[in-house]
């Protein structure tokens, strides 16, 4: 499984951006779905999950009610759409694939395969 996160950029406070990372190789349907996010000089932080068939999603309480995740699984995308945005939400985020089961969701290691990240920036 391959992932290619993009989306990312420069945004001011209270913006919005989209982030989509498209995922190939076998299978696509099967994974479950992640976006973490990791700021300079601190660790990787988990942001959002999603079941292979969208049905359930998890978000970290840092951004629940601003960010959303979704997927697309005819086009193997997946989303995060990121209103409000706020400086602390500066940090590079990837996109992520598990087969492991929702109690792994907000973990790095429940994650065995990683997109290269994206690089969002909010200013004040």
């Known amino acids: 499984v391959q992932l290619q996160a993009s989306g990312g950029g420069l945004v001011q406070a209270g913006g919005s951006l989209r982030l989509s990372c498209a995922v190939s190789?076998?299978?696509?349907?099967?994974?479950?779905l992640g976006w973490f996010r990791q700021a300079p000089g601190k660790e990787r932080d988990f942001v959002a999950a999603?079941?292979?068939?969208?049905?359930?999603?998890l978000h970290a309480a840092s951004v629940k009610g601003r960010f959303t995740i979704s997927r697309d699984n005819a086009k193997n995308i997946v989303y995060l759409q990121m209103t409000d945005l706020k400086p602390e939400d500066t940090a590079v985020y990837y996109c992520?694939?598990?087969?492991?089961?929702?109690?792994?969701?907000?973990?790095?290691?429940?994650?065995?395969?990683w997109g290269q990240g994206t690089l969002v920036t909010v200013s004040s």
């Open positions: 190789g076998r299978a696509f349907s099967s994974y479950g």
């Open positions: 992520a694939a598990t087969i492991n089961g929702r109690e792994y969701w907000n973990l790095v290691p429940g994650y065995g395969y």
């Open positions: 999603i079941t292979w068939s969208g049905d359930s999603t």
